[in-house]
C-alpha cells in the first residue's frame, strides 16, 4: 500500500513535469531549438538544403563578413538553386562546391562530411533554419566527432508574429518529432 502511494506521487510528479517541459517547448521553441556559436572562424561553410532562400542568405552574409572561404551547398533538389542565390549575393562560384544527393538532414551529414574532409576542412560553420540549428548541429558532430562544428543559423521566422505562417507553426512540431527519432533511431541525441 506505501508503494503503490509513492508510485502515484512519482507518477504524477513526472506527469507535471512532462506537462511544464512541452508547454515550454511549445511556447519558446527558440529557447530549445536554436543552437547560435556566435563569432566564429571556420574553413567552410554548409549550406542546408530547404527552407524560404534564407539559408543561402545567411551563407552569403557570413562569406562577405570572411567567416570562412568556402561554401558546400548540401541538399537534393535546391542545390543548384541555392547556388544560384549564393552566386546573386556575391560569393564567386569557385568558392561554391555541392552535395546535391542528400534528402535528410542524416544524409546531409553522411554526404557532406568526406567532401569536407577531401577539401581540408577542420572546422565548418552549419547554416539552416533556426528552428532547424540543434538537430542539424547534433547530427553532423555525431558523424565526425573528429571535426569541429559550429552553427550559425538564420533567424528568419523567429518572432512569434511571423508563426502566423502554419507552416511555420507545423515545422517547430514536427522538428521536436523529429529529434526524438533521431535520437531513438540513429543515437543522435539533442543534448
Known sequence: MILRKHWRKFA????????????VALLLPQKVLVVDSGKVQGDVIVVLGGGAGERPARAAELFRAGVAPKILISGAGDADGNRLLLMRRGVPSVAIAL????KTTRENAQLSIPLLRAMGAKKIILVTSWYHSRRALKCFRHYAPDLVFYSCPSYHGITRADWSQEHLRR????EYLKLI???VCYG???I
Open 171 to 174: 515545422r517547430i512540431r514536427v
Open 188 to 190: 543522435v541525441w539533442p
Open 99 to 102: 552535395e546535391p544527393n542528400s
Open 12 to 23: 504524477l510528479g513526472l506527469a507535471v513535469l512532462v506537462f511544464v517541459l512541452l508547454a
Open 181 to 183: 527519432g533521431y535520437a
